[in-house]
């Protein structure tokens, strides 16, 4: 039998600063923009995990130990890596996932400024010291909660890592990171330029796997918290198993981003917004324009839109979506959605790609854009994340019956609107049941030093997991109070 030769070495867990053969079970792992075998992922088990957990409490003492200012030092050689790296990394990201190589450059643009952020916390988590009574001070102190879990989804292979990996080290917690089966080259990558960087072994581990390796991370005594980002169904799984025991949990889910486009909006701008929102990384962005809520006539933003849609080519500035199960799904909405009276106004189901033969597995899973109008409430595509490149229209009479639309979907991550208004965009800031809002903007991402987090379904858990609002999560106070004078009265506090 041939042997072939895979474009990637087979991927390998990452425990106590190196790479760590598990002999387990392995899975094939597929580029979709073709849909050859590019890597193997070990599949591993309880016991992998308790490697890594054994390695991870014993670099917290010497790391938890080490001043930040001195953490900082790591962080900031390992971002001027990532920049080094730059074009090696974003090729990974392309590869394994399928996003464009421009999308492939911002995602690893943005690692960048997530451990920018990083590297400002010693600026940001000083503590607060009072004298309380005569001699008598307390103070209040971070502290970090020791080995923490981080889980990921396979659309962002490098920065959904990067939401977790810097803050939660930066802070003083040494971490096992699960990434997504589907990618899990980029994460292998990761842990090499962090030790490049100086980060000492244990610090970071990887431990690669499904399903097992997620439950038995949720149930390791060991791991103090746990951080996902991932579907609905399985966030709200692992929100639960997690804190039943009794660990803290931040669980992000899926979204059903509305945008709310009202007649006034200016045109241009709108439809290649919307476009853009929709289309993004094929559409398989948790922020990404699911639904546009059309609020009275309209009809020249559609067919502008329409218009932008038909610049976007399957295989060179849109990529594929992520498997031939997402592709077949996709299809199963727009089909359902036409049969039950919906207008496919752009058809983006078996788009020519280049050297290429869409769906039929080897030839990479393209959809091109579509536009899907006179949806309604009832429909499947109305409700349930789609996650590939199509935007359904639902229609409205006014700004109250759309904002009624928006609020009803089960979702929170984005809502965003699009007009000229200031009265209606405030509308729109205010009643909007959704943790991130854009006002004329399509992917309202809140940039560093700006938390990111949704609302309703599409998170479980206190805190957001960027930004200043994961300080809280990854950190816990201590307070101390201390009196250095014998000769002081003593009272009720003594
Ligand atoms: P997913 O839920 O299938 O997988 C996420 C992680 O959970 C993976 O590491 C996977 O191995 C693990 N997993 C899968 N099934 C599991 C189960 N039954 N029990 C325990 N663990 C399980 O998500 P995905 O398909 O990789 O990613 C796409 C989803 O992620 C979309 O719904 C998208 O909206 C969401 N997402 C959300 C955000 C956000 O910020 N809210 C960001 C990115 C992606």
Redesign the pocket.
Known sequence: MATITLKYPEVTNFIAGKPEVNGQQKMDVHSPLDGTVISTVPLSSASDLDKAVKAAEAAFPAWSGTPIKERSQIFFRYRELLFKNRDELATLVHTENGKTMDESYAEVDKSMELCEFACSLPQLIQGEVLEVSKGVECRIERKPLGVVAS??????PNM?PHWTIPNALMLGNTMIL?????VPISAIRIAELLKEAGLPDGVFNVVHG??AI??AICDHPGIKAVSF??????AK??YIRATASLKRALC????KNHLLVLPDAHLEMTASNVVASMSGCAGQR?MAAAQMVGIGAVEPIIQQMIVEAKKLIPGKNLGPVISKVAYERILGFIEEAEKAGAKVLLDGRNPKVEGRDPGSGPGGYYLGPTIIDHVTADMRISKE?V?GPVISIIRAKDLDAGIAIENANPYG?AAAVFTQSGGNARQVMERASAGMIGVNIGVPVPREPFS?G?WND??FGTCDITGKSSIEFWTQLKKTTTKWNPEGKVNWMS
């Open positions: 889980i990921a989804p396979f659309n962002f959904v699960k990434p997504s089966e589907v499904d399903r997620v439950e980002v991932g579907s609905t169904t399985v799984i692992v992000l889910g899926g979204a948790c994340e996650f991550n990111f949704g599409s998170k």
